[in-house]
């Protein structure tokens, strides 16, 4: 089965630290999704790619969380300087438009310390 | 505004027991789809099914089975004759066209015991 890779799985940073974490999404998927996932506040669209374009980051602290795709091939989410508060489990997925479901990658565990 | 509700935060129940989980979704669109994920205790969100809103009709997957009425924005999903692999976060999400934001509802966390 095709598969969403997510690099890395876990990450331990300390406070201040840039953190990069890596999606490869699904060959021929044109829609990618970044989520972030915490126990207080669920499940929460940072950012959202159609065709390469960001179509909708409005859930990202600007400040300091970026997203990009470069190619196709790769999606990255980006925090500098990372912050105690961004631990949580990042999800990236993606889909062809959303008809046949949307795929999600295994997560990055984020703690910052 | 897109929303998703699941009011029950816990469901536990005995082996073999049909267990439903109740999911109610707001949106102003006439187009839009749903979806269930189940989030097993390794953390992965696995997709279940979407549905479009152009179809009602019930969809039965082995002991899974999906009750949508637009009638009620409702979009149920129940498990018959539950087994302890079906333990898990399950939630309901709503897309408005495709393509677009998935809006997750808080999820309901299942356990069945044996």
């Known amino acids: 089965d095709a598969r969403v890779t997510q690099t890395p799985r876990h990450k331990v940073t300390e406070m201040g630290q840039e953190v990069t974490m890596r999606c490869q999404p699904i060959?021929?998927?044109?829609?990618v999704f970044w989520y972030r996932q915490t126990m207080m506040q669920g499940l929460e669209l940072l950012a959202y790619?159609?065709?390469?374009?960001?179509?909708?980051d409005s859930g990202m602290p600007k400040d300091r969380f970026s997203a990009e795709m470069p190619d196709a091939t790769l999606a990255t989410l980006k925090i500098q300087p990372s912050e105690p508060r961004d631990s949580a489990v990042y999800f990236c997925?993606?889909?062809?438009?959303?008809?046949?479901?949307?795929?999600f990658g295994s997560g990055t565990r984020l703690t910052v310390v | 505004a897109q929303k998703v509700t699941q009011a029950q935060t816990e469901i536990s129940v005995v082996e073999k027991e049909d267990v439903t989980l109740d999911c109610v979704y707001e949106?102003?669109?006439?187009?839009?789809?749903l979806f269930w994920y189940k989030q097993p205790p390794s953390g992965e969100l696995v997709f279940l099914i979407r549905?479009?809103?152009?179809?009602?009709q019930n969809e039965i997957s082995g002991r899974y089975s999906w009750n949508f009425q637009k009638s009620t924005s409702s979009f149920n999903f129940t498990i018959t004759a539950s087994q302890v692999v079906d333990s898990a976060v399950y939630f309901c999400?709503?897309?408005?066209?495709?393509?677009?934001?998935?809006?997750f509802g808080e999820g309901t966390q299942l356990t069945v015991n044996p």
């Open positions: 949106t102003r669109d006439t187009t839009y789809y």
């Open positions: 549905r479009n809103s152009f179809d009602e």
């Open positions: 997925a993606s889909g062809l438009d959303g008809y046949y479901g949307y795929t």
């Open positions: 060959l021929g998927h044109n829609t």
């Open positions: 790619f159609r065709n390469r374009a960001p179509l909708d």
């Open positions: 999400a709503l897309s408005e066209r495709g393509g677009s934001r998935l809006t």
